[in-house]
T-cell receptor
Framework: GAVVSQHPSWVICKSGTSVKIECRSL??????MFWYRQFPKQSLMLMATSNEGSKATYEQGVEKDKFLINHASLTLSTLTVTSAHPEDSSFYIC??????????FGPGTRLTVT | ELKVEQNPLFLSMQEEKNYTIYCNYSTTSDRLYWYRQDPGKSLESLFV?????AVKQEGRLMASLDTKARLSTLHITAAVHDLSATYFCAVESSYDKVIFGPGTSLSVIP
């Protein structure tokens, strides 16, 4: 299957700072990328959908000014958590899809806000 | 709004026994996924089911899809400890976003 990478795999930041997570499709062109958040022992919750070159579509309850998503190329999307707080600590997982094909998931980024 | 349910949410089964995990969804689906997740890890793709009546098998796992009933099953045959993990079904509607079920936490005990 296709490969999606994420960087960093884990990050610790102080409350009030911002952190950027990268999601890359390594061997396909991800026309659509998705960002999910997973709290411990819970399922994956879709945060937003982004199409290359367009503004992201956020799910209800997700603050677009807090979670900035950029999908400037067919192989890279970034999620920036601005003014992070401890409640933003979570496992963030991205996925990519080329056209209408199946989606492929990245390995995830574990964010801890102290 | 697409909703996805799984049953059971927790499953403790003995080795060598068979069991089935059920996934129900509320609207028409174009694609249904089954994933496995080990603690602290990302998702491992198990199956992608595309059409009514689709059945796929890999080792001790077999998945099926009934689009008319909006139901997918993941059948485990002769469970072994290595299958202990959380299993998610996820449903894609209108080639749009994918919504995940709550997950089934499976423990296989000797």
């Amino acid at each position: 299957g296709a490969v999606v990478s994420q960087h960093p795999s884990w990050v610790i930041c102080k409350s009030g700072t911002s952190v950027k997570i990268e999601c890359r499709s390594l061997d396909f062109q991800a026309t659509t990328m998705f960002w999910y958040r997973q709290f411990p022992k819970q399922s994956l919750m879709l945060m937003a959908t982004s199409n290359e070159g367009s503004k992201a579509t956020y799910e209800q309850g997700v603050e677009k000014d807090k979670f900035l998503i950029n999908h400037a190329s067919l192989t890279l999307s970034t999620l920036t958590v601005t003014s992070a707080h401890p409640e933003d600590s979570s496992f963030y997982i991205c996925s990519g899809r080329e056209g209408l094909l199946e989606q492929y998931f990245g390995p995830g980024t574990r964010l801890t806000v102290t | 709004e697409l909703k996805v349910e799984q049953n059971p949410l927790f499953l403790s089964m003995q080795e060598e026994k068979n069991y089935t995990i059920y996934c129900n969804y509320s609207t028409t689906s174009d694609r249904l996924y089954w994933y496995r997740q080990d603690p602290g890890k990302s998702l491992e793709s198990l199956f992608v089911l595309l059409s009514n009546g689709a059945v796929k098998q890999e080792g001790r796992l077999m998945a099926s899809l009934d689009t008319k009933a909006r139901l997918s099953t993941l059948h485990i045959t002769a469970a072994v400890h290595d299958l202990s993990a959380t299993y998610f079904c996820a449903v894609e509607s209108s080639y749009d976003k994918v919504i995940f079920g709550p997950g089934t936490s499976l423990s296989v005990i000797p």
